[in-house]
């Protein structure tokens, strides 16, 4: 990673705000992430079944911390079913040299060395009331075995979801805490994602976000979704754009679109909103989107805006980079 960023993670452990934490974040308004069992169908919105979440803990940070999960089995009215409840669900942490540097854990493609590192903690879980919206604790877990990467400014976990079997859907969140028994900020810890992958609101009215970081390095992004289902329309928002639709893609298929930066843009954040379809009445969406810089290298998604949630200003002229 680029030295040009260090400023910007300087930047998050200094603002880092008590929402930070959760994944989804608070100001992305996304209900919860999803992940399907390894025999689920990729039209219902997951194209190989595994998430993979990134949580990074300050350098000075020395207390323990958890990482929870919201609703971690998989049943009962949050998840989404299939004939019978027969999905196993196996979620892993890893730490130490390469868990989170490796090229493989950022393309979230189940291919080669996504597993890095050391495995720190692993459970699976099925139907289970005993889980069924309720917090699930792995921890403690002590910040320095986490991979230690300075551009990052600190100790970095990553978090692995695998559908293991079965074909439901389950639905659940993340956070990063201090506590064991309860979702109470790590002072300065965030979280951050390259291919991202939820359920969109069933309320029409509801919009959703995501926030990518753009460095002085970027000249063009390519966003790439799937089985959007044609659920309304997706549209960058920035500091000096007002607002510029991306292609959006129809069941079970890929879409891209390549959108230049504009000079006002670099060192700032982008606004993705997901703006549902009104006239019609789409519930159950399951999503996922990542994006590329001009070199083909995945950009991520961070849990809180860098500097803020980005407002247009028309006083900004809209001039790319040549």
Known sequence: MKKAILPLLAFILLCAISGAQPVPGVDENIPNLVTFGSQGETGWGD???????????????????????????????NDEQKGEWDTRMRYSIYGGKGSCSSSDAKKGNVDGDYLSGTMLASKSFGENERYDLKWYTFGP?????????????????????????????????????????????????????????????????EISHI?????????????TNFDWDN??????????????YVKISADDTWNTSTHKILEAEKNTSLNIQMIKNRAKDV?????????ENQY????????????????????IKLTPKK
Request: glycine share 10%; net charge negative.
């Open 47 to 77: 194209d190989n079944f595994t998430q993979i979440i990134f949580f990074a803990v300050p350098e000075d940070y020395a207390a323990p911390v958890y990482i929870r999960v919201f609703d971690p089995d998989v049943g009962g009215e």
């Open 141 to 205: 877990i002590n910040p320095d075995e986490g991979e230690y990467l300075p551009e990052f400014g600190g100790y970095i976990f990553k978090i692995v979801i695998e559908g293991v079997s079965g074909d439901d859907g389950n639905l659940y969140r993340l956070f990063l805490s201090s506590e064991n028994d309860r979702n109470h900020k790590a002072e300065g810890a965030f979280a951050y994602y390259f291919k991202y992958k939820f359920r969109m609101h069933d309320d029409r009215n």
């Open 211 to 223: 926030y990518p970081y753009i460095d002085d390095k970027v000249i063009s992004i390519k966003q």
């Open 231 to 244: 659920d309304g329309y997706i549209k960058i928002i920035s500091c000096a754009r007002k607002g510029e």
């Open 283 to 291: 519930k159950s969406n399951n999503v996922v989107i990542f994006l």
């Open 296 to 315: 083909g290298e995945l950009l991520p998604f961070y849990s809180v805006p860098i500097g803020g949630v980005p407002k247009y200003s028309g006083k």
